[in-house]
């Protein structure tokens, strides 16, 4: 593995986002939702640096693939507790890969009638989008490379890593 991203990168890049989205929604009312389990870390520190009245409530969903790879449809394992009617909304992503993920995430919460519902995601895979999704506040972007770390997984592990890195090639196969 190689290391991408340091603690002091990922920090400057979660800084720089809390500020965006504290300057888009001055002084209002935000309810983040964490898409599990790949975002835990990035939206713990990132709700630290957001001074606005903050809830948090988690949303899990499932997509039917391999490890390595995402694609076709979702299922919603864990749905949210709080209602998001009329509120500010925020969804808080670890990746967009194809995007297949988050434009169902997307549709389904904009069903429930959000106020505004904004993308907040630390890494963009833009190379390898299949469905039309932009984030409104993006960390990094990069063109492909497996990466884990900083809440990001491979089959369950290197979560705890505190830094971001890429998978080589060779070390995917088996
Ligand atoms: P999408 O539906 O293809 O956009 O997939 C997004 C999801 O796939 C992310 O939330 C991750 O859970 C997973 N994913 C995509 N790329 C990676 C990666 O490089 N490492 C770990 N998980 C990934
Ligand atoms: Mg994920």
């Known amino acids: 593995m190689k290391k991408l991203f340091s603690k002091e990168e990922i920090g400057g890049a979660v800084r720089r986002l809390a500020s965006l989205i504290e300057k888009d929604f001055e002084g209002e009312d935000i ?5 599990l389990k790949g975002s835990f870390m990035f939206t713990s520190d990132l709700l630290r640096c957001i001074r ?13 693939g391999n490890a390595m790879q995402s694609k076709g449809a979702i299922s919603i394992t864990k749905d949210l507790e709080e209602d998001i009617e ?36 630390l890494v963009d895979k833009r190379a390898r989008r299949e469905v039309e999704i932009e ?10 490379g497996f990466i884990v770390g900083y809440g990001i997984d491979y089959a369950e592990l290197y979560r ?15």
């Open 135 to 144: 984030g409104d506040y993006v960390g990094f972007t990069i063109n492909d």
């Open 31 to 35: 309810f983040f939702v964490c898409l």
């Open 160 to 174: 705890n890593c505190p830094e971001i890195y890429v998978v080589e090639e060779n070390e995917n196969a088996g």
């Open 86 to 121: 009329g509120k500010n909304v925020v969804i808080v992503e670890d990746i967009i890969d194809s995007g297949i993920t988050l434009s169902s995430v997307r549709d389904l919460l904009k069903e429930r009638k959000p106020k505004v519902l904004k993308i907040c995601a």
């Open 52 to 64: 606005n009245p903050s809830r948090v409530d988690f949303m899990r969903v499932a997509s039917y």
